[in-house]
Each structure stands twice: as C-alpha cells, then as structure tokens.
C-alpha cells in the first residue's frame, strides 16, 4: 500500500526574522569595517558567501582575513538565531567547486538556548573594538576557562600570553608597520578603507586613535593619523594578550577561527571586558614564527586580542557603521 500522507514540513524560521538576524549579526567584526559577506535566503536555508571584491590583495592577499570575518558573522548570525528560538545546523564549505561558497545553515526549533548563548546574543550590540589604553582585565581566569570551552569544537586553541608577550609583540608592531610604510599598493588600501565618516562601511575617523595615544598601546595597526588627542591621557596600557591559533592552514581552519574569535568576543563583552582583535601582526610570516615561540604548543597563530577594563564612567564608544541590509541578503521566494 502505497503512503499518500504528505511529506513533513521542515521547520524554519519566518522572513521577518531572518531579516531582523541577519540585521543583527552584521555587527560582527571584519577587517577594516569591510563587511565582505553576502547571504541568501532561499526560503529553507540560509547560504553564506564571500564578497571578493571586498578582497584587500595587499593586506590579505590569501583572503585569510576576509573567511575569518565571514566566520564571525556566521557565528554572530548562528547566536542571534539561537536567541530567537532556533538551532542552526551548518555546514562549511558545502560546494567544495565553489570557493566563494561557505556554508549553508538549516533550522530546527530550539526553545530552550543556553543561557550563555542568550547573553552573547545581547552582547551583540554592545560589543566594540577598542584601540585606546585599557585597565587590566577583571575576571580573567574564568574568561580564558569559558573561552576555551567555546573554541574547542573550533579546533582551535585559546591561550594567555604571559607580561613580557606586550613588549614583544610591540616590536612586532612596530616592525610591521615598518615593512608597509613605503607599500604603496597597501597605503592605498588602507586609506581607502579608513579615516572616512559617513559611509556605510570602513573606519570611521572617529574610532580611530590619535598619534598620542597609539604611543600608549603599542600593539596596533597603524592607521591614517587623526587630529591630536588624549583620551584616557593618564593610563599605560595594561591589556593582556590572548591568542587564538589553528592546527593547520586551511580555509576551513579560518573559517572555524572567525567563528571562535566571534565567541571570544562576545564573552569578553558579557563580562564587561573591552576587546580589540588584531591581524595584522599575523600577516606576516616572522610576526607568526614570533608569536608561534609564545605558546606553550605547535600551532599556527590567526588572531591576537586584547583585552583589559575600560574606566569607570566613561561614555561608550560609537558604533562603526553598516552596509544597508539589501546589500547582503538576497530572499528568494519559493
């Protein structure tokens, strides 16, 4: 006897909120504000790919940095779903003749989130890159214990850079910097995508730093100069240094690591840290070897964060802006 009943309808989450996730989770970070992502809604899944024109050739030449800001916000994108009552199971690189195909997402219900992931969710808005001096942070311990549990099924490790890793890496920094000044190809990236208000993507003049106060930091990238300021013009710089590192070179291991450094992220703001990811002193490969002799395994170093405590009543720092939601999700109707 043949069964006529009809085929189960798969659960999946409505237009309306799709839109208003994937409005949400494009506050995930990525190289220079470039937001180079684009997704589509095919009214069951919910498909990521790469933006190459937003490929910087003379900074991430590789696109390693452009997958790693991709797999933040499938992460961002994957939390703001969990909080809206749905459980995203994804799969990464589902077309492996598609390089620009990263992952596809499917939706189950999931009424019960973790706790943790609902806070994440909320740290979204929340969460900003700060490159001004910071406080020692508060609370480390349990945030390197969370954040290990997090980039775990990742593949990747989470570690502790020790005090003298600031002076260190601060001559990285500096050697880094040293090495692009007279890179036109990549002044002209960076300016291009820097120092501009009003526009929906890059960063803005105003969340950069001022020549007086990158001097406190050290451990920066080396923006176009803004006008002379002192924010927080008595306090060194006492961040700690976090790094998260892959087993092995892979799109997949950048795309994992985007995903992990989007968890670390979030955590750090749910603990009221402050945060500043930096790549691009792991663009280089002695900057790598340099970090790499740092930690207490083998691995491969893709990111390093900064962590520490803003001061007690200072305002919040702006929100650095977002390309128009029809410019990164498509919704195609069934």
């Not at 219900?109 to 943790?116: A, H, Q, R, V, Y």
């Not at 997090?150 to 593949?155: E, I, R």
């Not at 007086?212 to 300021?229: D, L, Q």
Request: glycine letters at 4%; hydrophobic letters at 35%.
């Amino acid at each position: 006897m043949t069964d006529t009943s009809p085929s189960p309808v798969r659960s999946v989450p409505d237009h309306p909120t799709v839109l208003a996730a994937v409005r949400m989770a494009s506050r995930a970070p990525s190289l220079h504000n470039s937001q180079p992502w684009r997704w589509v809604f095919d009214g069951l899944r919910l498909h990521l790919y790469r933006d190459n024109d937003r490929l910087m050739t003379s900074a991430d030449p590789l696109g390693r940095q452009l997958v790693i800001s991709c797999g933040a916000m499938l992460h961002h994108v994957r939390t703001v779903f969990a909080a809206k009552g749905w459980h995203t199971d994804t799969t990464r690189l589902p077309d492996t003749s598609r390089t620009d195909y990263l992952a596809v997402i499917e939706f189950r219900p999931w009424p019960e989130p973790p706790i943790g992931v609902l806070a994440r969710a909320r740290a979204i808005d929340q969460r900003r890159t700060d490159r001004l001096p910071l406080l020692a942070p508060a609370g480390l311990s349990q945030l390197l214990h969370t954040g290990r549990m997090l980039v775990t099924p990742h593949d990747l490790e989470l570690d502790l850079l020790d005090d003298s890793a600031h002076a260190k890496l601060t001559v990285v920094s500096e050697h880094a910097t040293a090495v692009r000044r007279y890179d036109m190809e990549y002044q002209a990236e960076l300016h291009w995508w820097t120092g501009h208000s009003g526009d929906t993507e890059g960063v803005p003049r105003e969340s950069l730093v001022s020549d007086a106060e990158f001097a406190r930091v050290g451990i920066n990238r080396t923006f176009p100069s803004t006008p002379h300021s002192a924010r927080r013009g008595t306090l060194e710089d006492h961040a700690r240094l976090l790094v998260l590192s892959s087993p092995r070179e892979s799109v997949t291991a950048w795309l994992h690591t985007g995903e992990a450094l989007s968890a670390v992220l979030l955590e750090c703001t749910t603990a009221g840290l402050a945060n500043c990811p930096m790549t691009h002193i792991t663009e280089t490969p002695s900057a790598r070897k340099v970090i790499a002799s740092m930690l207490p395994h083998s691995g491969i170093p893709q990111v390093v964060i900064r962590v520490g405590t803003t001061p007690d009543d200072e305002p919040d720092l702006p929100p650095t802006p977002r390309r128009p939601l029809t410019d990164i999700l498509t919704m195609k109707h069934q």
